[in-house]
Structures are given as C-alpha cells and as structure tokens.
C-alpha cells in the first residue's frame, strides 16, 4: 500500500492531467446529448472546457517530460559518445529549467494582475486567476521533473534502462 501511495505521489501530475481529461470528455459527451439529442445546450460548457484544457496543457506537459514523449531531434546528439551525451543532456535541462523559472514568474504575474483585477468568467464567475494558475503550478512541476532528471545525470548518468525502471517498466 506504501510503494502505491508513493508511485501515485511521484505521478501526481500523471493523475491529475487524468481527472481533468475524464471531466473534459465526460462534459463533451454529456453537451453532444444536450444540444443534438435534447435541443437543450449547455452555455456554460465552453467555459469549463477551456479551464480543462489550460489545466491539462500545464499539468501533462510534466508528465509527458518524464516518460520521454516531447519531439527531440536525437540523431546528432546520439552521434556523439554516452559522456558527451551525458553532458548534453545536463546543459539542456538546465538551459530548460532557466526558461521555465522565466515562464512561472511572468505566470505568476499574471495570477496576480488577475488577482487584483478581479477578472471572472461570463457565465460561471470563476476567478481568472484560478484558470491561470495552472501555468506557475504546471511549470512548477516539470522544473521538478528536470531537476530530478539532472540529478540522476550528476549521479551518474540517465540511461535509456534507468528511465524505464523509474517509470516502473520491465527491461
């Protein structure tokens, strides 16, 4: 039971970009009914549609980092021998985690411009600053993603078989 809670911790980003996929299909299924079956749209939806796709934008990006699914161009870098890759690997993540430091200030600015402003949205009233704190918190979380990354760099280097145990997998 305490290896299930740590893994679910671990993949906390994994689990939430999840439930917010489920509750955006869930809605879409449900607003199909109401306006083509029923007559009856639900005006509220779109709203909540793009709460759920800023969210798991933010939230899956960290996820998806960790299991290795964003686009890289591999075939220079995989020219060159493990250390180099090594050292590679190490100079991106760090220039990575300057970029997304930048980007969760200037987020974090816009949390809080949207604090003060009071902006809500038409229909349900839901504070903007609510929306768009996804973008510190989904930052926040694939900084934790490279520097975990890093780490295992420094400790001694991130194979391809390291990674797949980490994710759980067989090798």
């Not at 199909?32 to 779109?46: A, C, G, K, N």
């Not at 402003?117 to 839901?126: C, D, E, L, N």
Request: include cysteine; hydrophobic fraction near 50%; charged fraction near 15%.
């Amino acid at each position: 039971m305490k290896t299930k809670l740590k893994v679910i911790f671990l993949n906390l980003d994994l689990v939430l970009t999840s439930a917010v996929l489920t509750v955006l299909v869930g809605l879409t299924c449900i607003s199909v009914f109401s306006r083509y079956i029923f007559f009856h749209p639900i005006v509220w939806l779109e709203e909540v549609q793009l709460w759920c796709m800023v969210w798991l934008v933010y939230l899956g990006a960290g996820a998806v980092y960790r299991n290795g699914g964003h686009i890289a161009i591999e075939i220079l870098v995989e020219s060159f021998p493990k250390k180099v890759q090594r050292i590679i690997a190490a100079a991106v993540n760090v220039l990575m985690v300057f970029i997304l430091l930048f980007l969760m200030v200037q987020g974090g600015r816009l949390v809080g411009q949207m604090l003060n402003t009071g902006r809500a949205t038409s229909y349900t009233k839901v504070p903007y600053a609510l929306i768009y704190s996804a973008v510190p918190v989904g930052c926040f979380l694939m900084i934790c993603n490279m520097l975990a990354e890093l780490y295992q760099l420094w400790k001694g280097g991130s194979d391809e078989d390291t990674a797949d145990r980490e994710r759980g997998q067989d090798v």
